[in-house]
């Protein structure tokens, strides 16, 4: 078959392209109290879209129900009323298993500034059934952190295309 060439197809083309279902962005639409010294998982609570309704928004977690490759991100942002020294924002698979990956965001000589944004992304092989996801945040300012209402803090993952 020459690509070049044009073609005209009457019947039904298989084996062609693919989907990159499920998939889903969630956002957070309030701003949310993170406790110091604490990793909690950071619930997105209002989903864009989620074409097989695997992200739940009052837990934070996305369960796929197709096995496969999963590119995976999630971002956070917000500010504390203390000084900090360290944001951990991670990508769980499992909650206890295994992180797969991981922003660290130590700061030595950061101070009174008190903002911060964080993102991290990974790819995940999932199994369709019950390995799940979720984000999860950590920070020591010694007081509550607050992850702000915004559409730019937002968990998002799709099936790749294999």
Do not use: H
């Amino acid at each position: 078959m020459n690509l070049a060439d044009t073609y005209a197809f009457t019947g039904t083309v298989t084996g062609a392209g693919g989907v990159n279902t499920p998939n889903f962005l969630a956002y957070r639409n309030a701003s949310l109290n993170i406790s110091s010294g604490t990793e909690t998982t950071l619930v997105y609570d209002v989903e864009d879209y989620d074409t097989a309704s695997n992200y739940d928004n009052s837990t934070g977690i996305f369960t796929p129900t197709t096995a496969g490759k999963y590119y995976v991100s999630a971002t956070a942002s917000g500010y504390t009323t203390q000084d900090f020294d360290q944001i951990k924002f991670s990508i769980w698979k499992n909650d206890t298993s295994t992180v797969l990956s991981q922003f660290r965001l130590v700061l030595d000589t950061y101070k009174n500034g008190n903002s911060f944004r964080v993102q991290t992304s990974c790819i995940a092989q999932m199994n369709g059934s019950s390995d799940n996801l979720r984000a999860k945040v950590y920070q020591n300012s010694g007081t509550n952190m607050v992850v702000n209402g915004t559409y730019l803090n937002s968990f998002t993952a799709f099936k790749i295309i294999e």
